[in-house]
């Protein structure tokens, strides 16, 4: 149990265009995802929280008006990034917790964004 | 930004010997975690530790806790080719709001 998807698994855009990134809770009902960015080398950095229904919370630094998160219902919340540059290339990994709680987040598999 | 550090950045031993890793946090947490990345995707969870725990087992995992000065490690005993990978720690940030991740260890366990 407590599968978490992301599609597509990998995708390439050339600069200015938006893409769509879908993250779906498989067999539980989310309450809280999380959107991370990572890039090569380098650990998982929060870009924002988002809560069924809610506008997201987006960490410092992260523009909110580039990387648009809906979470319209329990199963699924999406990242589309707007007018994308190749500086937004990277590997971005959304998570789902049902409990509310942080430390009981189920990871996907993640998204590798390739801006040419 | 980023709990704290995690050291060595990278680690090479070959199959059969142990991997230690270490990480160190900054505030207060209620518990901490390790998680394993494979190359290019997503995380896996190993284990959990509370705060109020100083030593915790899983299979070949074992993990250290040291609240007094904000440390952890991470042990791989009898390790196999399959866990190369990169390990991390991550605290919630002391609010319950959010997990912040350590920098990183990148294991490679040579056959």
């Known amino acids: 149990g407590a599968v978490v998807s992301q599609h597509p698994s990998w995708v390439i855009c050339k600069s200015g265009t938006s893409v769509k990134i879908e993250c779906r809770s498989l067999?539980?009902?989310?309450?809280?995802m999380f959107w991370y960015r990572q890039f090569p080398k380098q650990s998982l950095m929060l870009m924002a929280t988002?809560?069924?229904?809610?506008?997201?919370?987006?960490e410092q630094g992260v523009e909110k008006d580039k990387f648009l998160i809906n979470h319209a219902s329990l199963t699924l919340s999406t990242l589309t990034v707007t007018s994308a540059h190749p500086e937004d290339s990277s590997f971005y990994i959304c998570?789902?917790?049902?409990?509310?709680?942080?430390?009981?987040?189920?990871f996907g598999p993640g998204t590798r964004l390739t801006v040419t | 930004s980023q709990q704290g550090e995690e050291d060595p950045q990278a680690l090479s031993i070959q199959e059969g010997e142990n991997a230690t890793m270490n990480c160190s946090y900054k505030?207060?947490?209620?518990?901490l975690q390790w998680y394993r990345q494979n190359s290019g995707r997503g995380l896996v969870h190993l284990i959990l530790?509370?705060?109020?725990?100083r030593e915790k087992h899983s299979g070949r995992l074992r993990v250290t806790l040291d609240t007094s000065k904000k440390s952890s490690s991470l042990l791989i005993t009898a390790s196999r080719a399959a866990d190369t990978a990169s390990y991390f720690c991550?605290?919630?940030?002391?609010?319950?709001?959010?997990?912040?991740f350590g920098a990183g260890t990148i294991l490679r366990v040579k056959s």
């Open positions: 998570s789902a917790t049902t409990s509310g709680r942080v430390y009981e987040q189920y």
């Open positions: 067999d539980f009902q989310a309450t809280t």
């Open positions: 988002s809560n069924e229904g809610s506008k997201a919370t987006y």
């Open positions: 505030t207060s947490i209620n518990n």
């Open positions: 530790i509370r705060s109020n725990e």
């Open positions: 991550a605290t919630d940030d002391g609010y319950g709001n959010k997990l912040v």
